[in-house]
C-alpha cells in the first residue's frame, strides 16, 4: 500500500466514525390529498431547507397517507449508495422504517425500497409498485447548479396504526437519515489521486459522502378541512 493510499484509508476511517449531531426540526404540518407519488413535486408549494442533511423537505398528510417530499441537489453519490431512511417512532421504543433507493449489486435500485418494522412484510426489499401501499418515487432533473433528485415517499397510515401500538393518531416522531457509503476502499482511491493537495470543494464532498447524518422532529397530524 503506498503513502498516498494509506493516508487517505486513515483520513477515511476518521471520516466514517463522525455522526453528525441529532437536528429538532420543525416543521409545519400541511393537508394535502390526491398526491400523486411521481417525484415530481407538483403538490408541493414550498420546501423547507435543512442544513443537517444538506436538503429541501416537507411533510404532509391526507385521510390516508403520511407524505414526505425531499430535494437534494449537491453529492448526490450518498443518496445513491446509502438512501435516504424515513423513520416513523411514538414516545416508546416501537419504530418503523422506509429506506428508498436501495444499493444493490453496487448500483442504486429506484425501483425498489427497504420497509423494516412491518409486520405483515418480512424484512427485505419490495418494489415501489406493491400491494401494501407503501410508494416511493425519484425524478432526476437539472437545476442551476447541476443535477437534482427530487424523492417522494407515501406511507399509509393504516399500517403506522398496526405496527406503532401507541401511536395515538395525532403526533408522530420522524427521523430523516441518509447514511452514505461504507465503502472507504473506494474513497481512498478517491482522495489518493489528489491527497499532495486535496481541495476543499473534494474533502468537503468526500466527509458528507463518508459521514452519517441525521436530523429528527415531530409531525401532527392535520384534520381534513372542513
Not at 65 to 77: G, P, T
Amino acid at each position: 500500500m503506498t503513502y498516498k493510499i494509506l493516508i487517505a484509508v486513515v483520513f477515511l476511517v476518521y471520516c466514517n466514525g463522525i455522526k453528525a449531531q441529532h437536528m429538532q426540526q420543525a416543521v409545519v404540518p400541511k393537508w394535502l390529498s390526491n398526491v400523486k407519488i411521481d417525484g415530481k413535486l407538483d403538490e408541493w408549494a414550498e420546501l423547507k431547507y435543512e442544513k443537517q442533511n444538506n436538503l429541501w423537505f416537507a411533510l404532509a398528510n391526507s385521510d390516508k397517507y403520511l407524505y414526505l417530499a425531499i430535494k437534494r441537489d449537491k453529492n448526490l453519490s450518498k443518496v445513491d449508495r446509502g438512501g435516504i431512511n424515513f423513520t416513523l417512532s411514538t414516545d416508546k421504543k416501537d419504530k418503523i422504517s422506509f429506506t428508498y433507493p436501495v444499493l444493490l449489486s453496487s448500483k442504486p435500485d429506484f425501483d425498489v425500497i427497504r420497509p423494516q418494522g412491518i409486520s405483515i412484510i418480512p424484512d427485505s426489499i419490495i418494489s415501489v409498485y406493491n400491494e401494501h401501499g407503501i410508494k416511493a418515487a425519484l425524478v432526476k432533473e437539472t437545476g442551476v447548479n447541476g443535477l437534482v433528485y427530487n424523492i417522494e415517499f407515501a406511507i399509509p397510515l393504516k399500517l403506522i396504526r398496526e405496527n406503532l401500538p401507541d401511536y395515538d393518531n395525532q403526533v408522530l416522531h420522524y427521523a430523516i437519515i441518509l447514511n452514505g457509503s461504507s465503502n472507504t476502499k473506494a474513497a481512498a482511491l478517491l482522495m489518493s489521486s489528489s491527497i499532495e493537495a486535496p481541495t476543499p470543494e473534494l474533502r468537503e464532498k468526500v466527509i458528507d459522502l463518508y459521514t452519517r447524518t441525521e436530523f429528527k422532529g415531530t409531525y401532527n397530524m392535520v384534520r381534513k378541512p372542513e
